[in-house]
């Protein structure tokens, strides 16, 4: 089993860049593929980034390439998203999950953290 929780989300301005880290528990982090979602009030949760057991792909929604970036240090068990550029579009809770496969749909993730409230202001 994996406890994922999330950390760096906050209040940024347009054009601003934030980091959001997620922590996973348990000795099996480099087993799964992980991604990153979001969740704007009133929206479905959608998928923003993945990224593979070694790092060496990763796949991401349109509306963020180029300004966003997934990575991940199996040594410390932490997936990071590195976000600039940031627009008021935004503006969510961020969520990382686990996987075993590389996924882009909710329902192909197991493990979920609580979330990050990231609010970009225009």
């Known amino acids: 089993q994996v406890q994922l929780v999330e950390s760096g989300g906050g209040l940024v301005q347009a054009g601003g860049s934030l980091r959001l880290s997620c922590a996973a528990s348990?000795?099996?982090?480099?087993?799964?593929?992980m991604g990153w979602f979001r969740q704007a009030p009133g929206k479905e949760r959608e998928f923003v980034a993945a990224i593979s057991r070694s790092a060496g792909s990763s796949l991401y929604t349109d509306s963020v390439k180029g300004r966003f970036t997934i990575s991940r240090d199996n040594a410390k068990n932490t997936v990071y998203l590195q976000m600039n550029s940031l627009k008021p579009e935004d503006t969510a809770v961020y969520y990382c999950a686990a996987s075993g496969i590389m996924a882009t749909q909710t329902s192909q993730y197991e493990y979920w953290g609580q979330g990050t409230q990231v609010t970009v202001s225009s």
């Open positions: 348990g000795r099996t982090f480099n087993s799964y593929r």
